[in-house]
């Protein structure tokens, strides 16, 4: 349920910014350039930056304080 969730939060977020960059250049008459169809298609790719500190909350804390392996525990006493 909470991935389907995540899915139409993503997929509004990212259909938004597709109709807004496409209105954008509909008012300004532009043609499709390979620029315009390169911001249109990174319109479905940026809101991938917002999963990163999503991410890292949900993964930092089972990765933070690992602990020390016995073999390298002898090794830290002598330096």
């Known amino acids: 349920m909470l991935t389907i969730l995540a899915f139409a939060i ?3 977020i990212s259909i938004a910014c597709l ?3 496409f209105l954008e250049g509909w008012a300004e ?9 390169a ?5 479905t790719v940026w809101p991938l930056i917002l999963l990163a500190p999503l991410v890292h909350t949900a993964l930092g ?3 933070a304080c690992a602990p020390i ?3 390298l525990e002898a090794r830290r006493r002598l330096t």
């Open 10 to 12: 993503y997929g509004a």
């Open 19 to 21: 109709v807004i960059t």
């Open 29 to 37: 008459h532009d043609r499709y350039t390979p620029s315009r169809i």
């Open 39 to 43: 911001g249109l298609a990174a319109c």
């Open 61 to 63: 804390p089972r990765f």
């Open 69 to 71: 392996p016995k073999r």
